[in-house]
C-alpha cells in the first residue's frame, strides 16, 4: 500500500459526493429540505407528503435494497420508477434503516431539481474544494489513472474477474458507475483534503459554501433516527460524525476539535463474505479516538 492508492470509497460516496454537492447548490442556489417529495418528483404513495429531508436521514421508510441492476439495461429513470413502486418496510419517520433507495432518490431529486446531471453538480462542486495536487477525488477512475493505483475489491460474479477501478455497487455499475449512492473512488490525500474542509466549514463559510447550511445537515437530530443528515453520528458526541463503506472505508472526525480519522482497506478482496473488518473498524475508531482525540 501507498499513499497514492486509490480506493473504491462505497458508501462514502453519499456525504462526501451527493451530499456535499447537495450543500454547494444549496448555498449558492437555495434548497428546501423540509419540502415534501411530492414537490420534486411525482409520487403518489406515503412518500408523497413526506418532507426531503427523511431521505437524507433514512426516516423515509424505504427498504435498505433491491436488486435494480437484474433488469440491465437500467437507467437512473428506470430505476426510480421501480423504487416508487416498492412497498414501504415502515411507517416514514416512526424509525430509520439505512437505505440506498433513498440516495438514488436524492440523485434523481438533485437533477430534476437543478437541472443538470448528478456528475456535473459534483464537478462543479469539486472545483471548489481545497484539493492537493496528490489527492485523486472522482468517479470512473480507469480513464483518468494507471490502473496500478486502484486498489482491488472482489471478484465480479458476472464476468468472473476482480474489480479493479470498477465500482463494486451493483446498481451504480449498472447505471455506468455513477451515482450518489456509490462510485466516489479517493486516495488518503484527497479524504483529508476534504475532512480538513469540512471541520473549517462547521465554524465559518469557506468560499460559496454556508457554514449554515452544513450546520443544519450535521446537527439534525430525531429520536427515530442514529442519522443526522447524510451523515452517521457517533457515541452522543453532538459535534463527531462518521460513515462507513462496504468495501471497507471509514472516517471519523470531531467537526468541533478538528480530529480526524480515516480508514481504507479492500476488506471485500477477492470476496464479501469476510465481515471481520466490523469489529476490527469499531475498534480502530474507538483505540484512535482514546489516544489522539483527547
Not at 464537478?123 to 489527492?135: F, G, I, Q, T, V
Not at 470512473?140 to 465500482?167: F, H, Y
Not at 479492500?266 to 473488518?277: G, S
Amino acid at each position: 500500500m501507498e499513499d497514492a492508492d486509490i480506493f473504491d470509497l462505497a458508501s462514502l460516496t453519499k456525504p462526501l459526493a451527493l451530499v456535499l454537492t447537495y450543500i454547494y447548490f444549496a448555498s449558492t442556489q437555495g434548497f428546501d429540505l423540509t419540502q415534501p417529495l411530492k414537490e420534486f418528483i411525482p409520487v403518489s404513495n406515503e412518500l408523497a407528503e413526506i418532507p426531503v429531508y427523511r431521505l437524507f436521514n433514512h426516516t423515509a421508510g424505504l427498504k435498505a435494497w433491491h436488486p435494480f441492476f437484474e433488469k440491465r439495461p437500467l437507467t437512473l429513470e428506470k430505476l426510480i420508477k421501480e423504487a416508487l413502486l416498492l412497498p414501504l418496510e415502515y411507517s416514514p419517520g416512526s424509525r430509520s434503516l439505512y437505505s440506498d433507495l433513498g440516495y438514488f432518490l436524492l440523485t434523481y431529486i438533485f437533477e430534476k431539481h437543478f437541472g443538470l446531471s448528478f456528475y456535473e453538480g459534483f464537478l462543479e462542486m469539486r472545483k471548489e474544494l481545497p484539493l492537493s495536487s496528490k489527492a485523486f477525488f472522482d468517479f470512473l477512475p480507469l480513464s483518468k489513472v494507471d490502473e496500478e493505483r486502484l486498489v482491488p475489491t472482489s471478484v465480479c460474479p458476472w464476468e468472473k474477474k476482480i474489480l479493479r477501478g470498477v465500482v463494486e455497487d451493483e446498481n451504480t455499475r449498472a447505471l455506468g458507475g455513477i451515482s450518489g449512492v456509490a462510485g466516489l473512488f479517493a486516495n488518503v490525500q484527497a479524504l483529508l483534503d476534504v475532512l480538513e474542509f469540512l471541520v473549517e466549514l462547521y465554524h465559518q463559510d469557506v468560499g460559496p459554501f454556508s457554514s449554515g447550511i452544513f450546520r443544519k445537515f450535521v446537527n439534525h437530530r430525531e429520536e427515530c433516527s442514529e442519522f443526522a443528515l447524510g451523515f452517521m453520528l457517533y457515541d452522543g458526541n453532538p459535534s463527531m460524525v462518521r460513515h462507513t463503506g462496504f468495501t471497507g472505508t471509514s472516517f471519523l472526525v470531531d467537526l468541533a476539535k478538528g480530529n480526524i480519522a480515516v480508514l481504507l482497506t479492500n476488506r471485500v478482496h477477492p470476496h464479501r463474505n469476510n465481515l471481520k473488518i466490523k469489529g476490527f473498524r469499531k475498534e480502530f475508531h474507538k483505540l484512535v479516538e482514546e489516544v489522539f482525540f483527547q
